[in-house]
Each structure stands twice: as C-alpha cells, then as structure tokens.
C-alpha cells in the first residue's frame, strides 16, 4: 500500500455494491445472463451472507467487455474466458517484472556502492612501482640437442 491510512467507507472499483438487477442495467445484460455467466466462471461477483450476488465497478466492465467479445466479436463464452485467462495472467506476469525490476535495480545499486568500498579501501601505498624499459633486442632460443656436448 502507499502507506497511508484508507477510509473503511471509500469505495473503489472492486468495491462490491451493485446488487444482480443493478449489474445487469449497467451493463445492458439480462440478470439471467449475469447468473449464467457467474456458474461459467466468466465474471465472478462477490456474495453476501444470503448468497446475494454483489457486483463491483471492475466486475461491471468485465461484463461489458464479455458482451463487446460475444456480440461484437463473435467470440463463444469458452473463448472469451480463456481470453479473460490469458489477459489476467498477463497482468500478473507484468506485475511480477515491475516487482523484480526493481529488485535488480536494488541490488545493483548496492552492488555498485560495495564495489565503490571496495576500491576505496584499497592501499595504494603498498603497491610497487616498476618502470619497465622496452627493448627491440632479439633473443634466439635454440634448445640443446641429445648427445652433443656443449664444448
């Protein structure tokens, strides 16, 4: 959360308080229709202590959505649900990149600040200096050969 106190009473998107004949006008559906695509699994509304089915803002546009796909699209009811799958597994794959994104942002940043100690740590007073001349002399190797004396 962002760390600041929400209101019990503020109602959001997946807030749900429309009741089944509410839902339905909203979304231009039958509440036959709602009913059938809750024992699909397609939209999913919360219930009450009764079993009252209570629909949210998100479940509203869900509902909207599958009546764009179905009537628009022509896409059958198994369709739009595998479609439904898909989208909410894109969201939470999405959602867990963002999440570890930052979590390698975060460890190459501390990575950097550990290097950085590192090499401020190093004594350079210890470290020897040589001054290395370079030479164009030719040195030819030729190995000793078995049995032959070197006199």
């Known amino acids: 959360m962002d760390g600041r106190r ?3 009473y503020e ?3 997946d807030t749900p308080v429309y009741v089944i004949s509410v839902a339905a006008q909203l979304s231009g559906l039958h509440p036959q229709t709602l009913r059938q695509y809750d024992r699909l699994g397609l939209v999913s509304p919360d219930r009450t202590a009764g079993r ?21 699209e022509g896409i059958n009811l ?15 794959l999405q959602a867990r ?6 979590a390698l942002d975060g460890a ?3 990575m950097r600040q550990r ?9 350079r007073d210890l470290v020897p200096y040589q001054e ?15 049995g032959q004396s070197s006199d």
């Open 78 to 92: 198994a369709g739009i649900k595998r479609i439904i799958e898909l989208e909410n597994q894109v969201a939470e």
């Open 115 to 123: 290097e950085a100690a590192v090499h401020a740590s190093y004594r």
């Open 108 to 110: 190459a940043t501390a």
């Open 132 to 146: 290395v001349q370079q030479t164009s002399a030719l040195v030819v190797w030729r190995p000793s050969r078995r």
């Open 52 to 72: 009252g089915r209570r629909y949210s803002a998100r479940d509203i546009e869900l509902l909207r959505q599958v009546q764009q796909l179905s009537q628009d």
């Open 97 to 102: 990149a963002a999440e570890l994104a930052a």
């Open 11 to 13: 109602l959001t998107e």
């Open 6 to 8: 929400r209101n019990p």
